[in-house]
């Protein structure tokens, strides 16, 4: 009894400690309408002691002998475990040990009113629960099937709804999922120069792009959801300029349904149309092709529907998403913002007819870059269609092929045509992967072919032309399931025509490259 804190005390104390509570009351010539509310004792436990009866001239104060008697049957131990005051002490005058136990009993309620207060405070606190995940395999949907284990077009997941991070039974709503994939390449490659005032050249490169997404969603009832996606991005690169070690690749918010339908709105991709294959990695300088120090901006580049496919800078887009039913998935997808051109708005409708072992995709993309400048008539007008159709014999062959074609032109401030900046641009070219025996190896190729004119013609009727041819062989191995070890020879070749009023014998230069690339990569 003596080392039981006060609120673990038996029911017998306590309704004893209430007599003496009332006698202090009494003692104290309190009205009944300020006494503490009690709970009086049930007719199964038995009260150890009672209240003296009240007089006209209060309470009669029982001899201290007996007072301190009762006071040590009565009084428990404090919360510290130690023994109260001895009770003759307290019994010296009258009425005193009924003051003294008010005083515990209003000081008890206290402490159990401030008890229950800090629960209640506790309780309001507490965070929701929330799951804390590394991206589970269910998060990266392959229903139809996106390709053949560790293929290029296993790695392509932009025209599914993914991350795919329905809710789980039961609580909580709030999903956080970490993920990611990082990659380095060593590569060397060399360039013959074809323009008689350069020389060639060889250059050894380490890129790399490592990254880290956290993907918080908030799931609905019905499957409806909200979700939010920021890909942090490390670059690894010769050029050390700060703002190419650190940045942000995908960094949006969608609302929507699971399986049905959401609204994206933010830095993102679009879904892919035309794909290259293992060779002609995006962010690689061997998908730049037989470029030199100073022939970059002649080369002309692959198109395959990418004017507005990609992230750009100083623009966000909007884009509007169905995947019901499987087999069918649609984007309608809108970017703005502005460029070195002025404004930049674009729109672009993408469909994929996705039946697993065979895919269409196609779309059309719609750009405008206006002059900022009110009463100007300077712009930019793009508009492009591309498809691609692929193949996929799980778990040993994916193939496919794609066009693209693109038209662009120019006029200036007085809303006049610039034929030297108008020009037609189309890409083909198709890939190829294969899974040998070996479960975990894999070989591919691709050939991709692209085709520039404009329409700046020389004095002998010829416009100015240019052509890049790109092809690569690739080998592959993945080891534990998880580290990608590829290596990529790859040979491009670039015909250049610029305009030559004075030489009817001039039809232009050539580039050739050959590169060798080793990637490590690492998909998490």
Known sequence: MKNRPLEYA????????????????????????AQPDSEPPSSDVPATGSAPAATDSGPEAPPPDEAAKADQAKQPATKEGKEPPPAAAKAQASGSAGADASKLEAKAAAGAGDAAVDKSLEAAATPPPLT???LPATAYPNDPIVGIPHGSLFLVLDRMQWPYMPKYAGPPRMRIGFSGMSWVDSSVRSVKAGAPTEKNQTEYRMQGRLTLRATPVYNLPNDWFVQSNIE?????????????????????????????????????????????????DL???????????????????????????????????????????????????ARFGVSGKGNDIGLRPVAVLDLGWVKLKGG????????????????????????????????????GG????????????????????????????????????????????????????????????????????????????????????????????????NQNNSDPTDTGFDNKSFSHRVRLMMPF
């Open 132 to 134: 804390l995940e590394h």
């Open 402 to 497: 794609g066009y693209g074609r693109r038209v662009l032109d120019t006029f200036d401030e007085n809303d006049a045509p610039t034929a030297a900046a108008c020009h037609t641009t189309y890409t083909y070219g198709g890939f190829l992967n294969v899974r040998p025996y070996l479960e975990d190896a894999m070989i591919g190729f691709g050939y991709h072919y692209t085709d520039w004119e404009d329409f700046n013609f020389d004095a002998f009727g010829r416009p100015e032309t240019r052509n890049h041819t790109q092809m690569f062989g690739a080998a592959q191995y993945t080891l534990w399931d998880t580290l990608y070890i590829k290596y990529v020879l790859a040979y491009s070749q670039a015909h250049i025509y």
């Open 283 to 333: 962010n690689t300088f061997e998908r730049r092709g037989a470029v030199t120090q100073g022939t970059s901006s002649y080369v002309v580049q692959p198109y395959g529907l990418t004017d507005l496919w990609d992230r750009g800078l100083s623009n966000g887009a909007i884009a509007l998403h169905w995947y019901y039913p499987k087999w069918l998935r649609l984007e309608l997808l």
């Open 10 to 33: 038996g029911a017998a104390e306590k309704y004893a400690l209430a007599s003496v509570v009332a006698a202090g009351l009494f003692t104290l010539g309190l009205p009944a309408a």
């Open 364 to 399: 059309y993309e719609r750009r405008l870059q206006p002059s900022i400048y009110q009463g100007n008539d300077a712009r930019v007008e793009t508009q492009g269609l591309g498809g691609e159709l692929q193949f996929v014999l799980n778990p040993w062959v994916e193939f």
């Open 232 to 280: 942090f991005v490390g670059n690894v690169d010769q050029d050390h300029s700060p703002s190419d070690y650190t940045e942000i690749d995908d960094a949006w918010i969608r609302v929507g349904k699971w399986k049905f339908f959401d609204l994206q709105v933010g830095r993102m991709q679009g879904f892919e149309v035309y794909h290259f294959g293992m060779g002609l």
